[in-house]
């Protein structure tokens, strides 16, 4: 266990719905990074937080969105939802924003799958 | 193009045999490199994280390498057992932020 929660863990909707996943990081986390991995993928960096604030963005649609309140948990909403959208959505909180040797702790993932 | 190339894409090995398995990157400026074990429909777990300085680094059974010069890296699995069965990542951070991942190999360990 790695400390990270994320929920749901399983979200099954139809496309053009709107979704939000979940992520609490670690205690003591101020970073959050949230990552897509579909079949045919490798991890794909969406967007990372820190300490409440947006710190790097990666291929992440204008169909989504995140935020990290300020209790350090992350939200990651996805709208207008199509097919290829269906993917393993990770969470992943490191203790600071510096990538430089920050061990990342990833969460169990929660599976959409858009129909 | 991917900055971060992994070899093989799979393989299956006997149980009890080790394998080595390789990371190329291309990824500039250099801050470290990490590879992670995923089981399938589970989040990566890190297994060793190496920066420019390091040549190699142990966690149990697996050991990874790097050569910054010629920006390769390889892990090897000593002693393969059932559980080693996985997705094996290479992961090359650029800078502070910025996380560059490779496809990963799939290894698959039979008894």
């Known amino acids: 266990d790695s400390g990270v929660t994320q929920t749901p863990k399983h979200l099954i909707t139809a496309t053009g719905q709107r979704v939000t996943l979940r992520c609490s990081p670690r205690?003591?986390?101020?970073?959050v990074y949230w990552y897509q991995q579909s079949l045919d993928q490798g991890l794909q960096f969406l967007i990372h937080y820190y300490n409440g604030e947006e710190r790097a963005k990666g291929n992440i649609l204008e169909r989504f969105s995140a935020q990290q309140f300020p209790d350090l948990h992350s939200e990651l909403n996805l709208s207008s939802l199509e097919l290829g959208d269906s993917a393993l959505y990770f969470c992943a909180s490191s203790v600071d924003g510096r990538g430089r040797v920050n061990e990342q702790f990833f969460g169990p993932g929660t599976r959409l799958t858009v129909l | 193009k991917n900055q971060v190339e992994q070899s093989p894409q799979s393989l299956i090995i006997l149980e009890g045999k080790n394998c080595t398995l390789q990371c190329n990157y291309t990824v500039s400026p250099f801050s470290n490199l990490r590879w992670y074990k995923q089981d399938t429909g589970r989040g990566p777990v890190s297994l060793t994280i190496m920066t420019f300085s390091e040549n190699t680094k142990s966690n149990g059974r697996y050991t990874a390498t790097l050569d910054a010069d010629t920006k390769q890296s390889s892990l090897h699995i000593t002693a393969s057992q059932l559980s080693d069965s996985a997705s094996y990542i290479c992961v090359v951070s650029e800078g502070d932020y910025k996380l560059s991942f490779g496809a990963g190999t799939t290894v698959t360990v039979r008894a």
């Open positions: 205690s003591g986390d101020l970073s």
